[in-house]
Every structure is written in C-alpha cells, then in structure tokens.
C-alpha cells in the first residue's frame, strides 16, 4: 500500500524551477533513499512535503490510517499532526533547552489538559506531565540520551545534537519520517552506529523511511530503493544495484566528461 | 475644488519632509536590516543646528541648511560607528533595543543642553517670505523651497546609488553582505556611507520643517519620525522610490485627513495605514516577498 | 519525589506569606509612609507589566512595542467602572473587565498582526498603542486629554500582593507546561517548532492575549492607586520603561524582571524630580546592556532554592576530587 504519493511537485522560486514535475511514492514500510549532487533540489522536496514551502504546481497524499489526504500547501504543523515528520540538514534543535524539553516539545500537539490547567497546576497537569516524561525520557533512551536530558541541546556534540534531532522527529509519532542527511559531518563508525539506529526505529515504530544522504555507503547499504534527483527532476529510480550502473545517474554525478572519455 | 488643490499643495510639502527622513530609514534598513529609531532625532538635531546657524551665527537659510546637513553627517556617522557597529553579529531584538536607547539618549540630552521648550524658527524675509495666489490657492515660498530641495537632494541621491561606485557597493552589501565583503567592498565603509548620507537627508528636512512650521523642540522628531518609517513601509522597504512614494502619499493622506476629516485622528490613520498594509502586503507597494531558507 | 515536590511548594507558599506579612507590618508600624507605598504600588504594577511583557517577548520572542496600550485598556475601564460602582465589587469587577477588554483587543490585534517577523511587529504594536491613545484623547467617557480623575481608591497593599503573586504564579505556571514550552520553542526556532507540530500562530496569539490580559490588571491596579489617569500616560515612553525592566532583568527570566522592577522603582524614586536625568540614564541602561551584556542581569535563568543546592553540590564535588 502506498502511504505517500507525490504526483508532478513543482515549486518555481521566481524563473527558478528548484523542482519540476517530481513523481515519489513510499510503500508502507519502505526505506527509500533521495540522493543528488548539490541544489538538485532534495531539502527543496523536503520542505514542499513538509509544508515549509507551498508548491507551484502538484500534488501529495499521505495515507494515515488507510484514509488518503491530500496534504500540499497544508502548514507544517498540520502535516507534522498527519503524521509526517523531518529532521533539518542543518540541525534546528531548540539549542537552548534542555534535551528533554527538545523532545517534550515535539509531542505538544497530543498533550491532554487545557490552559486553565496549565495556568494553576492541577491533578491533569501533574498526570500528563509525569507521562510526557516517561514517554520522552524511553525514546531518548534508543539513542542512549537518557543521561543527558537536562543538558542544553547546544552543549551535546554534534553527532549526539543529530540523534536528539530523530528523537525530536520521532516524539512527534510520525508515520513517515523524513530525514535530511542524518549522517553529514560523521565519521565511518558512526555513521554506521547511525545506520543500524536507522534500521532499528523503523522496525520498532513501524516508520517508513525516506531519507536524503550523500554517503553512499549508508544509502547503498540501508535503503530499498533510491531516487535520483538532478536539476529538480527525477532522473532514475530503482534498486541501489541498479542506481549504481545507471548511465544517467553517473552523468550527473561525474558530469559529462566521464562519458567523452 | 480650490480647497482640494490647496490640500494637494500643502500634502505635497509635508510629503516632501516624510520622503526626506523616510529615505534613511529605507537605505539604514536595506543594508543592515535595522529600524534605526535615531533617525528621526538626527531630523530633530538637524533642525537645532540650523536653528543655531541662523539666530546666534546670524546665517542665511542656504549656509544653514548645509552645514545642518553636513553635521547630522557626522552625527550619523558617530552613532553608527559607537552604538551599533559592535552589534553586527547580536540579535536583531538586542540592535533594535540599543536605537531605541540612543534615541531616548539623544532626546532627553539634548533637552539637558537647550532645555523642553518650544523654540521658535527667525522669520523669513526677502523673497522666502512671499506668498503667491492662484485663484483662491495659496502657495508659500517656504513651500516651493521644501519641494525644490527635496527634488534636488533626492537626483543627488539616485546619482550617488546608481552611478558612483560607493552607490554600487551600498546595493551590492544590501544585496548580500558576506558576498559583498569577499568581493573586496569594505562593508564597514559602505555602511557608515549608507548613515551619513540618510542623516544628510535627516538634517536638512529638519531645518526644511523649523522654516515651515516655525517651532522646533526635542522631541518634534519622534511622529514625524514614525510616520516616515510608516511611509518607507508603504512604498516598500529598503526601495529608494518607494520611499519617495510613501512620503507623498502620507503627507497627503494625513493633511486630508485634517482637512476633511478629524484633525486629532489624524495620527490614527497613518498608524492604521500601517498596520493594513503590513497584514495586506509586508512587503509594501514596490516590494517583493521573500521567505526565510530553510 | 512528590513528597519533596509538595515540601518545595509548602516552602514558596511560606516564603510568600512571610514577604506579605513583612512587608503589611512596615506599613502598620508607618516605618513604609506614603511616600514609600507609592513606590510599593510602582514595584507591583512594574513586576507585572514587565513578567507579563516577558512572557511575550522573553519567552515567545515577539517584540512588542505596544505594552502600555494594553495597561491602558486596563486602566480605563477599571477607572470607569469603579467611578460608576464605587464598592469593592465594582473595584474587582472594574479590574477583570479591563484586562479582558485588554485581553480581547490584544487577541484582535495579535490575530493579524503576529505573522510579521521581529522588528515589523514591534512597529506594529507601537502604532497599536498610538491609536489606543489617540481614541483615549477623543472619547467622551474618558474625558479627553483632561483625563479622569477622583478615581475611587481601592488598592491597598493585600490587593496589590493578590494580584502581583497570582500574575507571577500563573505566568510561571503556564510556562513550566505544555503549552508554555510550546511558546519557548517559537523564540528558539520558529520553522523547527512548526515542523515539530506546534501551531504557531495559536500559540503566538495565546502568549500576546495573556501578556495584553496581564498588563490590564496592572492598568487597573494604576487607575485605583493613582486614581487620576490621562491619556499621555500610556505613550511610547510608557512601553519603553517595561522594556527596559525586562531586557535589565534578563529577557527570558521572570526572576529577572522582578528584580530589575524592585531596582528601577527604587531609582526612579530618587530621580523623581529629574525626569529627564532618568530617562537619559534609561537610554544609558539600554545601550550598555546591549553592548556588553545583552542577556542582562539573570540571562534565562532563574532564581529558585535549587539553584543554591546546585551551587553547593558543585562545590562538594570540587573539594572531593581535590
């Protein structure tokens, strides 16, 4: 089953055209890699899909719950409700709250008392915060954060604000999760510490996956299938085998000299 | 009818004075994306000097107004370079607090040194005290004099940003300001240039305003001040003619408004204009959106 | 753990008490004349514009201009409802009346104006206020720019503590919640916080309505105390003076402002007869503070008895390495 269509994006920033007529469809389940050279227009994709950015042109349908709906030019925070969530390429964390409030954070939209109970403290207030912390503190504990909960995000290194930054995407319940190079600035035996993490919230929260990466060896290694996106279009889609030989793929990589010589 | 165009005069001549100082406010914007609340003292300063120039240095309205200008030049300068150079890389929250606080500082210091009250311009004579008629519309050689500058200053002006190679710079660091800097401008200078050529504006709309209206105080520069930041918001800001625009068109809406309307209200309109325009189109009337980068 | 979490509440309560009663007893024995509880009155007035103003642009981080428009509204019709019921319900409803008329207009204003960035809000609240004053000059039912006077007095130091406390408690209170993180979140990053769920503008508008609701009641605590207002009270300057308190006392702390409203008061007691050697030491203030530190007294911290035992664990663990 599909749980997210994207049928002919275009989002055109003056003359322009950062993506046009992009075609993606994520199977429930599926992990799916994004990759291109520099301003092919992926995080542009991202933010579309997100509702950062209001596409020109197309259309996207996130299924939740086998209900199909179409979620374009929605804002962010209803996309996020409908269950699609994102980590930034250039780590947004909220750098001066504590770790545990980045994550508390993130599950605003399902907290079960009102404002009067926020403004005198009462019993719903003492029970709903309890139970935001319990659930909080269990998805740090994936990325063995826990210790870390009361420190200011902008004091955690920098592979550490990356993980807090899948938590953060991950308190929010999210049935797809978006992730924007989660492994940019990592050494090889992190980013392979990062790729069985990957592997393993997916299992565990049911996730399907996409996912924007320059390292090859963790695309190549994780996802099911890859697309290629170059200049705002897709240009090939398939299995990291068949990306790899692909004689487009490697034009646009390598550019066209590889192909003259 | 005679009394709509005798309107249109007098909105034009007090469009001309919210253009002038609505021009810093435009070019401190573009190119350091700061509401620079001193300008409008600079205005006030301006008109003080010229004051001084022509009671106790017995000058004539020529000399004055440049060496107002040429003052608020430097004045502009020094604010700048001690207030808020330091500030280039803090918040924008914490820049706009310290123009508020050297606005206030201007304010109530000046009014240390020549005191609250109101003080009174020297009358004009000879031929800026002419009056002309045509049909039942009045014209005043203040008038003509307020227009007249105005059009000379601001050629001057879209000379210097189009044509010379520190107008080249003032865009090109507005534009992008790290490019700018790799590109070998000298950002600092460019800015300092960017103030001292708004305060120039600044000073001489001051003494424009204490031969108009006749009566300067210290803190005469803080409506004006706010409506011509009204008017560089309309036209759209950090655009040199949406400025203009802007001025004209708050000049005039505001003199109708007294005209034709409630005079004590007249206020209240420029500030609802604002805040229309700012929900209806933020970006003004020649400005373009754009959106933060993600 | 919730024993020592109601141990700790038991201690802030008892803390409390122990300022009200202090502070009754200096007024009973006249060691506090008049002179000195108009400057109490001042303090709690300022403690709640400046946590109420905090909460908008310390911990929301919008930047409002507009503060002194809302105490305004307060103001006003607290002053005319008391003047027309002149009893203690006439004084409280008069009190709730205003902030919510303050409430209500900063929901209205809020609405349309919060999707401006930083400095184009701060020029839009300013010319908010402006026009609020400018009505204010030209209504009827609050005589002009003559003002009203021989508003009935009813404030007196309990009233004041009630109101100060309970403005602090639930600003506090809601900022330690979900919905208060929610408003945090937008001052730190606004398009993560989105992204995260977080509706924005709901909650921009919840924080600027509360701010407005707030700064009413510190109106209306004015119009009681003060009983004479007029409309030049409530101008720019008015706003800048909250501001000053908030960006002295640290913006995103509410110790902060409650420190920086005790200080300034204090000071602008003494400088009472030199208004324009205050406001230049004001502008002064600000400068400085922006230029060398701009986090002001407190930063975003607080002050709360944990902090100390933070201070001496540290210190504990220091000597034992040694």
């Not at chain 2, 401008?185 to 240039?193: A, E, H, L």
């Not at chain 3, 104006?113 to 030209?138: H, P, S, V």
Request: net charge positive; proline share 3%; hydrophobic share 50%.
């Amino acid at each position: 089953m599909a749980i997210l269509t994207v049928k002919d994006l275009t989002k055109s920033f003056g003359g322009l055209t950062a993506v046009s007529k992009v075609n993606l469809e994520l199977q429930q389940g599926e992990l799916v890699g994004l990759i291109g050279p520099n301003g092919a227009g992926k995080t542009t994709a991202f933010n579309l899909l997100t509702g950062v950015y209001e596409p020109t042109a197309g259309k996207i349908t996130l299924t939740k719950n086998g209900v199909p709906k179409e979620i374009q030019g929605l804002k962010p925070y209803t996309v996020c409700k409908d269950g699609l969530a994102r980590t930034f390429q250039n780590i947004r964390l909220f750098k001066d709250l504590t770790v545990l409030d980045n994550v508390r954070i993130a599950m605003n939209q399902n907290v079960k008392y009102g404002l009067m109970s926020s403004f005198l403290h009462l019993p719903s207030y003492a029970k709903a915060e309890k139970e935001l912390e319990k659930k909080s503190i269990e998805l740090l504990k994936i990325f063995h954060l826990e210790g870390k909960k009361d420190e200011m995000a902008k004091n955690l290194p920098y592979g550490e604000q990356r993980h807090l930054e899948i938590v953060r995407a991950l308190a929010t319940e999210p049935s797809v999760l978006l992730l924007d190079e989660p492994a940019a600035g990592m050494n090889p035996a992190e980013t392979a510490q990062l790729t069985e993490l990957i592997q393993s919230i997916r299992e565990q929260f049911n996730l399907t996956i996409l996912l924007i990466e320059h390292d090859m060896s963790l695309v190549m290694k994780i996802c099911e299938r890859i697309y290629v996106l170059d200049y705002g279009q897709i240009i090939a889609n398939g299995t990291p085998e068949e990306i790899k030989t692909n004689k487009r793929v490697i034009e646009a990589y390598l550019g066209e000299e590889v192909d003259n010589a | 009818m005679d009394n709509f165009l005798q309107q249109v005069i007098n909105g034009i001549s007090l469009g001309s004075i919210y253009a002038l100082i609505a021009l810093g406010y435009t070019m401190v914007y573009g190119i350091i994306k700061l509401i620079n609340f001193a300008h409008c003292d600079v205005y006030m300063l301006g008109a003080y000097i010229g004051y001084f120039c022509m009671t106790s240095l017995k000058l004539g309205v020529f000399p004055s107004l440049v060496i107002a200008m040429l003052a608020c030049t430097i004045i502009g300068v020094l604010i700048e370079k001690i207030a808020y150079k330091p500030l280039r890389n803090a918040t924008r929250i914490a820049v706009l607090i310290t123009a508020i606080g050297v606005s206030l500082f201007i304010e109530y210091g000046t009014m240390r040194f020549v005191t609250a009250n109101v003080r009174a311009y020297p009358p004009m004579t000879g031929w800026l005290a002419e009056r002309f008629k045509i049909g039942n519309m009045t014209i005043t050689a203040q008038q003509i004099l307020i227009v007249a500058s105005t059009i000379v200053l601001v050629a001057l002006l879209q000379f210097i940003v189009k044509k010379t190679k520190m107008g080249k710079a003032m865009r090109a660091v507005s534009l992008d300001k790290d490019a700018a800097e790799l590109m070998g401008i000298n950002v600092n200078s460019t800015i300092s240039f960017t103030f001292a050529l708004g305060s120039a504006l600044a000073g001489a709309a001051g003494v424009l305003v204490g031969i108009y209206y006749n009566s300067i105080d210290p803190l005469m520069g803080v409506i004006p001040g706010l409506k011509a930041f009204v008017a560089a918001v309309f036209g759209g800001i950090g655009i040199i003619p949406g400025a203009m625009i802007g001025g004209y068109f708050i000049g005039t809406v505001e003199v109708f408004v007294s005209g034709y309307g409630n005079s004590l209200y007249k206020d209240a309109v420029v500030f609802a204009i604002l805040i229309i325009i700012l929900i209806v189109k933020p970006a003004g009337l020649l400005g373009k959106n754009t959106k933060e980068k993600v | 753990m919730k024993n020592i979490f109601k141990h700790k509440t038991l201690q802030k309560f008892i803390s409390i008490l122990i300022t009200y009663a202090a502070i009754q007893g200096l007024i009973t024995v006249g060691i506090i004349d008049d002179y000195w509880q108009a400057t109490l009155a001042t303090i709690c007035i300022n403690i709640i514009l400046a946590v109420s103003l905090n909460l908008i642009t310390g911990f929301t981080g919008q930047f409002s201009l507009g503060h002194a428009g809302f105490m305004s509204i307060g103001a006003y019709v607290c002053a005319i409802i008391t003047i027309s019921n002149p009893t203690t319900v006439g004084f409280i409803g008069g009190i709730i009346a205003g902030a919510i008329a303050a409430a209500l207009i900063g929901a209205l204003v809020g609405l349309p104006t919060l999707r401006l960035r930083g400095d184009y809000l701060a020029i839009a609240t300013l010319g908010m206020a402006e026009i609020i004053k400018i009505i204010f000059l030209n209504l009827e039912i609050t005589n002009g720019a003559a003002g009203l006077q021989g508003i009935p007095q009813f404030v007196n130091w309990t009233w004041m503590f009630v109101f100060t406390v309970g403005t602090v408690v639930i600003i506090a209170n809601f900022l330690k919640s979900s919905h208060g993180r929610a408003c945090i979140s937008i001052r730190e990053d606004e398009i993560a916080a989105e992204s995260m769920g977080v509706n924005t503008t709901k909650y921009k508008v919840i924080s600027f309505t509360m701010g407005a609701f707030f700064a009413g009641i510190a109106g209306g605590i004015y119009a009681s105390y003060f009983y004479f207002l007029k409309p030049d009270l409530f101008g720019f300057l008015k706003s800048v003076d909250v501001l000053v308190i908030v960006v002295l006392g640290g913006l995103g702390s509410i110790s902060g402002s409650i420190i920086a409203a005790v200080l300034l008061a204090i000071i602008s007691t003494f400088l009472q007869s030199f208004s324009e050697v205050r406001m230049i030491i004001y502008a002064l203030l600000l400068i400085v503070l922006m230029l060398f530190r701009p986090q002001g007294l407190m930063g975003s911290k607080e002050i709360s008895l944990s902090v100390f035992k933070k201070i001496g664990l540290k210190s504990k663990r220091g000597k034992e390495e040694v």
